[in-house]
């Protein structure tokens, strides 16, 4: 794992290759239906400062009726004398859902969604002196991109500028923008393998080059190939590029010995990409790469020739009180606590999902199934079925570089599609994607994987038909509860709640331990009998939705990204996994007269108060039941030691004490492998402890905090306690330097400083 994160912090900063963020010094309002706001000279006096990414209104915790209606943003900008005479590209990674917008009172795009990018050449529209974008967005119901309407839907759209904004400078003479090009295929830089082995590889790379010059011009494309600093092969190519006009210019070379991406070992390669007028160097442009290929055979899936078991598990984007609106590294912190919890894959569910997380995936080695937007929702116009259209050729023009996509979910989530849809979808694929390691996957047959919508144990053989399957979401609503179906929004209350998949952290040791053993059963039964090639739990983290006022609470962590023990058993699963054992008990009267231990290790022996009371043996052939043991305590309580062992060595140890009384608050501040930055945002967790800094199991009592520097807290400064935690989500300021966090419950208090 230190690996994996050193490689993450590469990233932390700004991706290879990105364009210069363009977040600060935006004004924002809300506005009504008829407001106009998009003149080039505006007064923006009593507008809001904002740094993006951004939403529009900090949500409670729990989410009862999410904000939807039109705002506006605004920003001005100068040009120096290095800007002039360059191409000027405006990039929106994410504005939701209906946006226009005007470059100095010129209105310049109407888009339609929120999940993609919004690419604009405003060139032509700057001037000498001030210029002015102004943004209009709208989160209303909309049938043309769907999906349900809020108050019916899983899931929130939230609303905003909630991604980042780049502004990047080129030369007339440029590597073409794959949403500018717009040809099948083609833009940028678009890089394929072929004949991948231990032994080596063929790297094919196809850069296209536009010509914004009145004269033709001959240009010359030089690709590197770097692990590390070391240049490991070379290749270019020439061509002739008309006036106004385009080439793509294809090149490739053979790797030998490549060092292969995969979940265990995600090698990445830096490809620089350099472009030359003449003898002029007119651009650059360097990205991450992976060598690796995927197929399926027989329905198994095989990651570099060798047959691979994806354990998955499916995320929601949002986080408490900013919704959508993530910092990058808040991003790069959810991709870190996936693989630590045991995870190779993840469902990008339901929607196209955060650069910054897809960059840390790749780092990280965790495949991710790439989705359209989507979900229990399909509207007969023509306008709908194009939208989509453009959704998939541009989700995979955005993607189609990254090792770490698995295959590309270009299907509307449980939902009925008619084949035609379908149809389009495939051919848009194989159109954009004409490489050798590329798959469709869809809820309906007639992609190349299918993936099954219920959650649990659905019977996959139809006459006729036998795809590759993944087992797309499982764990969830199947057990002792009310099957819904498409009608959830009707549910009143599942059966025996106590007893389903859906626990909160904060209900404690034994609904908990309940959710383990619903997630054990059926991840089994997908093991040992479903033909699957991977599976993906239901869900990462818990989240807000429109349909129903609770908090959807499958999650093997909180919305505040607190793990439940399904987090730890997840953990035990990993093959060569770190060595682990955790004691899933709170330790207290509660817990009964047995307690329950995840390990990954061979052997285990357990001392309380210092005294040995026994062991046991755990086995990796019986996985997934095997990690799982209970030992038998009794009445006694105190410290709980659990040690692993692997080959007679102790590897791991856990230990657990039964609390005493209150005697303090702790502040903890959860970076989760990546070091906090400015405009970043922080999840602080306050601990009420007993006189040995034991967590008390507590819920409720008010929690304050305060913030002095260069930080803010997003959403409630009084906040309750749940299970013990008190959870705050800090934003970090532009300007850096030290904040100091000041907690208070009652007659206790504790303080703690932040440097970023």
Sequence with gaps: MKHLLTLLFLLQTMTLGAQPLFNDGWRFRFADEAADYSAASLSCDGWTAVTLPHTPRYENYNVVRQWQGIC???????????????????????AMNIADIWINGVHREHHLGGYLPIVIDITDDLHKGTNSIAVRLDNRDCNITGPKPVALLDYFLYGGLYRNVRLEFVDEIRITDPFLDRRPAAGGVFVTYDNVSDTSADVNVQVSVANGTRRRSGVKVVNELLDGSAVVAVADGSAVVEAGGVADVNTGFKVENPRLWSPSSPNLYTLRTTLYAGD???????????????????????????????????????????????????????????????FDYVRLSHYPQSPAFLDACDSLGLFVLDAISGWQFFD???????????????????????????????????????????????????????????????????????????????????????APLIVSEYGDWEFYAIDDGFMQHKTRWFQKPELTSRQLREYGEKRMLQQVDNIALAHR?????????????????????????????????????????????????????????????????????????????????????????????????????????RIYVGDRRGELTARGYVGGREVASHTVRTPGKPSSIRLACDEGGVKLGRNDMIFVHVHLTDRNGTTIFENGGEVFLAVEGDASIAGSAVVPFRGGIASFLVKTGTQGGDVVLSAQYGKFKTETKLNF
């Design 72 to 94: 506006w943003y605004r920003k001005e900008f100068g040009l120096n004398a290095a800007m002039r005479g360059k191409r000027c590209v405006l990039t929106f990674e994410g």
């Design 380 to 466: 007969k116009s023509e306008e709908f079925a194009e939208y989509h259209r453009r959704s998939a050729r541009e989700l995979i023009r955005r993607d189609r570089n990254r090792p770490c996509v698995l295959a590309w979910e270009l299907s509307l989530n449980e939902t009925a599609m008619p084949r035609s849809f379908i149809e389009d979808m495939n051919d848009i694929f194989h159109e954009e994607y004409p490489a050798r390691y590329g798959y469709t996957a869809g809820w309906k047959y007639g992609y190349d994987i299918y993936i099954e919508a219920r959650q649990y144990r659905i019977k996959h053989a139809v006459k006729g038909y036998d």
């Design 280 to 342: 002029r160097k007119v651009g650059e442009q360097s990205r991450r790469v992976g060598i690796r290929s995927i197929e399926i055979r027989d329905r198994k899936l095989y990651v570099n020739g060798r047959p691979t078991f994806l354990r998955g598990v499916n995320r929601h984007q949002c986080y408490p009180y900013v919704g959508i609106a993530l910092s990058d590294n808040a991003q790069r912190r959810d991709a870190v606590k996936i693989k630590e919890s045991g």
């Design 525 to 629: 039964d997908n093991r040992n009998n479903v033909p699957a090639m991977a599976d993906g739990y239901w869900v990462m983290f818990d989240y807000n939705r429109g349909l129903a006022p609770d908090l959807v609470s499958s999650g093997v962590m909180s919305l505040e990204r607190l793990p439940k023990y399904a987090c730890h058993y997840f953990r035990s699963l990993r093959e060569n996994g770190e060595p682990m054992i955790f004691v899933a008990s709170n330790f207290d009267r509660e817990s009964g007269d047995s307690v329950t231990v995840f390990s990954n290790c061979e052997q285990a022996r357990f001392w309380l108060d210092g005294e040995e009371i026994g062991g046991c043996s755990f086995d990796r052939r019986s996985v997934p039941a095997g990690t799982i043991a």
